[in-house]
């Protein structure tokens, strides 16, 4: 730095204080680096002095929030036609859904066109003279406001509002239209569960299959102390819905001497000792999967819940809402089957589960 404060690497005709201005209010003090250069001469653009050049972006403009419109339009008509199941080739991006594929490019569409229309708009036909404010006390003094209020008036005004009519309308229509997207999916909150949350696979009849060696379970294959897992015959793993099925058929068998059956009811609905519960934690829907064979307490893993088996599926202990639902099993031929479906919803509790 020399005495003067003045970079000694930087030209000089780099200096603000040092360079051409044409703005009347610009210092060009050569004494003083720091002076204010003032704002550059306005330029102004094509659509500032030719009418047709306005006409032409004020036709952009508005056929941009009109893409806008038709976007949203498409979106709507999309997600009501597209089968959700549908796939499509899209290069580079390879087999996707159809669905998903029209409604993010339509949606994009809509957002993209209302912002480029505004960008458009902004740059073209919005003033663009720079203008310098004073800082003035944060205090909204009445003058202060009506100062505001008649800036806001003139912004209105250098904007076009309302003037460009057509800009206008075509906006508000665009800005209109966009949120019916959001709306539109709402729709994905249905359709309502109707009775699926109450009913399962099993009824009477339905022989128990065991999960692992999907072969029908006979009453020796249960042994005293051990833990086996079951499933609805039928119910196969290569289902499409097998997934969701077997998140509410799914069983736990084990064998208890009946003298050590506390509830008389369980008792009944078991079969030489045998009982079947779901498997499904009443808290929230956790796989049971642990077994305490001296207590015939099971425990969920997720929150602890300890249900005991030798007691109608208890709580004992943890969160758990309610008792693990009992199937009815009965054996028929040699082979352990349902005696009846589940008499209450198996899972998690709900709103209308009484
Ligand atoms: S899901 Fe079983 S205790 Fe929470």
Redesign the pocket.
Known sequence: MSETGRHEDVPEETLPGERETAHEGAVTTAENPFADPGLPPHEHRAQDIDDRAARRSERTVALLFVVSMIATVAFIASYVAIPIERNVYIWPLGHISALNFALGLTLGAALFCIGAGAVHWARTLMSDEEVADERHPIEAAPEVKAKVMADFAQGAKESQVGRRKLIRNTMFGALALVPLSGVVLLRDLGPLPGNKLRTTNWKKGVRLVNQSTNLPLRPEDIAVGSLTFAKPEGLEEDDEEFAEKIAKDALMLVRIQPQNIKDKHELSWSHEGIVAYSKI??????P?SLYEQQTHHVL??????TFDLSDGGRVIF???GHALPQLHITEKDGFLEAASGFEEPVG?SFWERG
Request: glycine letters at 12%; one cysteine or more; aromatic letters at 0%.
């Open positions: 934690c009443t808290h929230v829907g956790c049971i969920c893993p997720c929150h602890q819940s943890g969160p758990a998690p």
